[in-house]
């Protein structure tokens, strides 16, 4: 999020980083429905809300002026946690192969080993592709369609194909999170070879 003249960039009492401590809350309220209460029409209500909610902080940041610190902390913080929590209790919960969850994680552990790369030359991160936006967006679509194709109930089987379209989301999602992170290291040799190492 970039500055904007004027506001106080200190504030921590904003609505949008009030959705994000709501969204954090939320990953426990999911957990527990999903493995311990085996709730999942409760559960997949809760992805929705948190999903939701992450794209109401961010319009509501821009449309109220609401900046702050925390928010570009919080935020993409809350966002990562999602990513690595739902997948993994889903796959405890036996609905996600843990091979997908193994390639995840993975692509995150080895995104997050290159940020010290770009510290040296003086940066912090690199702009967000729109590829691993759609990545990101077919991953959040597919956990909660494949939950929602839990919810077994009698009569026709609409499940099913709920369940069916949200591996397709995740099937996509999961080559795009591969592609996004090859051209992210493409774009981090362009940086290591043009950007002097910063000194002091």
Not at 31 to 40: D, N, P
Not at 53 to 65: N, P, T
Not at 88 to 108: E, N, S
Request: net charge positive.
């Amino acid at each position: 999020m970039d500055a904007h003249p004027g506001q106080s960039r200190e504030r921590v009492l904003t609505v949008p980083n009030v959705l994000s401590v709501l969204r954090l809350v939320l990953i426990v309220v999911f957990v527990y429905l999903l493995l311990v209460t085996h709730a999942y029409g409760w559960a997949t209500a809760v992805l929705m809300i948190s999903g939701a909610s992450d794209w109401a902080d961010g319009k509501i940041a821009r449309l109220l002026d609401q900046y702050s610190r925390l928010g570009e902390l919080l935020d993409p913080a809350v966002d990562r946690l999602y990513m690595v929590v739902v997948p993994v209790a889903m796959a405890i919960a036996g609905m996600i192969p843990w091979w997908i969850i193994a390639i995840l994680l993975v692509r995150d552990g080895l995104l997050a080993a290159t940020l010290p790369l770009l510290r040296s030359r003086g940066l912090t991160a690199l702009p967000v592709t729109y590829i691993g936006k759609a990545a990101t967006f077919a991953l959040m679509s597919a956990f909660p369609l494949i939950l929602l194709g839990q919810c077994r109930t009698d009569g026709v089987q609409w499940t099913d194909v709920v369940g069916a379209l949200g591996w397709g989301f995740l099937i996509w999602g999961v080559y795009m999170y591969l592609w996004s992170f090859v051209l992210y290291v493409v774009q981090v040799t362009k940086v290591l070879r043009e950007l002097p190492r910063v000194t002091g």
